[in-house]
Structure formats: structure tokens, C-alpha cells
């Protein structure tokens, strides 16, 4: 992992409760759920990488 993220007790409670809707989504399967947050985060990770890379001058 590159950061680690401490949360507070408000922040844990507001993240606890999207992962409950994000897992009841999945049907209850807790894996698949993970399955595909790992997915989707490695989608949202190349779109940043894509904006932040350095951009090459056309001529």
C-alpha cells in the first residue's frame, strides 16, 4: 500500500455503512463485493494515473 488512511470514529462509522449497502448490493456475498471494489479501484487508479502522467509535446 502506498497511504495509510486513519479515520475517525464518525469517518469508520460513514465507511462501515457504505460497505454494508455496497455488500448487501452483492447479495451478501462478501467476497464478490471485494471483487469488485479491487476492480473498480484499479479502474479509477489508471484514469488518474492517465491524467497525472506527464504529457509529451505533439510537433
Known amino acids: 500500500m502506498d ?7 464518525r469517518q ?3 465507511l462501515q455503512a457504505v460497505a454494508d449497502k455496497f455488500v448487501a448490493v452483492h447479495k451478501g456475498n462478501v467476497m464478490k463485493a471485494l471483487k469488485e471494489m479491487i476492480v473498480l479501484n484499479g479502474r ?3 484514469r488518474l494515473d492517465t491524467l497525472n502522467a506527464p504529457r509529451r ?3
Open 3 to 9: 497511504h495509510i488512511v486513519t479515520l475517525d470514529s
Open 12 to 14: 469508520e462509522a460513514a
Open 44 to 46: 479509477l487508479q489508471d
Open 57 to 59: 509535446a505533439t510537433r
